[in-house]
């Protein structure tokens, strides 16, 4: 049986590929999730892709994937700098967690550079543009 790794990005997230391109390039969340699925499909694993604009949504998924997941893959977006509730909710879930980041965040606005969600995760993949999301699925094959 595969295991379900459970992906989730933040905020604006929806717009990948029309916002700043220049930063987060062309290609689409829409993109994202068929390129996870079918490497998914090729390590003998599943996805569950969601994205939510709401910082509840996501705890909620972070919730449901304590019961169905075998690990998370998370771009908590603009959430990464501010949320101790996503935080929280990823030290309740008992498998590894990976955080992906389109864009180098320590490279950026100052801000960005502290993550809440870097102190749970097993690993973090930033400044790869999308391919991140696959090196972190990568990791849930080994």
């Given at each position: 049986?595969?295991?379900?790794?459970?992906v989730l990005n933040g905020p604006n997230l929806n717009l990948l590929g029309k916002?700043?391109?220049?930063?987060?390039?062309?290609?689409?969340?829409?993109?994202?999730?068929?390129?996870?699925?079918?490497?998914?499909?090729?390590?003998?694993?599943?996805?569950?892709?969601?994205?939510?604009?709401?910082?509840?949504?996501?705890?909620?998924?972070?919730?449901?994937?304590?019961?169905?997941?075998?690990?998370?893959?998370?771009?908590?977006?603009?959430?990464?700098?501010?949320?101790?509730?996503?935080?929280?909710?990823?030290?309740?879930?008992?498998?590894p967690v990976i955080e992906v980041h389109i864009s180098n965040i320590h490279t950026?606005?100052?801000?960005?550079?502290?993550?809440?969600?870097?102190?749970?995760?097993?690993?973090?993949?930033?400044?790869?543009?999308?391919?991140?999301?696959?090196?972190?699925?990568?990791?849930?094959?080994?």
């Open positions: 049986m595969s295991k379900t790794i459970y916002r700043q391109p220049e930063i987060y390039g062309l290609e689409t969340l829409a993109d994202v999730e068929a390129r996870m699925a079918k490497k998914a499909q090729e390590l003998g694993l599943e996805i569950e892709f969601f994205q939510s604009n709401y910082e509840g949504a996501i705890v909620e998924k972070i919730h449901e994937a304590r019961e169905k997941a075998a690990g998370i893959i998370i771009n908590p977006a603009a959430y990464t700098h501010t949320s101790v509730a996503i935080l929280d909710a990823l030290n309740t879930f008992e498998h950026r606005e100052a801000f960005r550079h502290h993550s809440f969600v870097s102190g749970r995760a097993e690993g973090i993949v930033a400044g790869f543009g999308t391919l991140g999301y696959l090196v972190a699925l990568e990791y849930f094959a080994g």
